[in-house]
């Protein structure tokens, strides 16, 4: 969602100030702007003394204009730190016994355990997402159930079977999982 929001995001930033910078650029090289454009002609000023100084007097204006700057820049912090987060882990360092390391790819575990996940009785679907360190991975599972399935035996089927053959294939002590289900949406039954 966050990769959509951002294309969608900036793909409308960059067309706004594209078009505004062009605009004013041409208003700029010569060419006549039309009657409702902000500026009159080429020598025309960005901000004239009185459009500057209008609200100067007014005490509120100052503290709304630092409180406006200071809330932007919130945000933008919010928006750059939630893009360079990684979310997902890469690579999971698996120890070989013989002092060094190999490395699996975190997308190549997701698979195996999503499919593994999915091949359980009364799983509909499943989707697995590897976070933590690649020393320590830890698993994020989403299950979508079949109505007839008790949760509490999936997840038993769950850690048993796909988590566990996960765990000793990369050669980790631990495999901590946070376990999401969801029962598919179906018809209500008829009782007569």
Known sequence: MLRIVNRVLIGFVGLVLLLLGGAV???GL????PSWWIHDGRHDVLLSDAERTRWQDHGWWWPAV????????????????????RRRLAEVLVDTGDGEGALL????????????????DGVAQASVHLTGR???PETRVQLLLEP?????TALQHLT????M??????????????VRMKAVKHRAERVS
């Open 148 to 152: 007839h399935v008790d949760p509490g």
């Open 30 to 33: 010569g060419a006549n702007p």
């Open 25 to 27: 650029l041409a208003v």
């Open 105 to 120: 790819r975190g997308r190549a575990l997701e698979g195996v355990l999503a499919s593994e996940a999915g091949d359980l």
């Open 160 to 163: 048993s079977e796909a988590l």
């Open 165 to 178: 053959h996960a765990r000793n294939s990369a050669g980790l002590a631990a495999l901590p999982a946070e």
């Open 66 to 85: 630092i409180a406006a700057l200071a809330v932007l820049v919130l945000v933008a912090l919010w928006w750059l730190t939630a893009n360079l987060r």
């Open 134 to 136: 690649r020393t320590a």
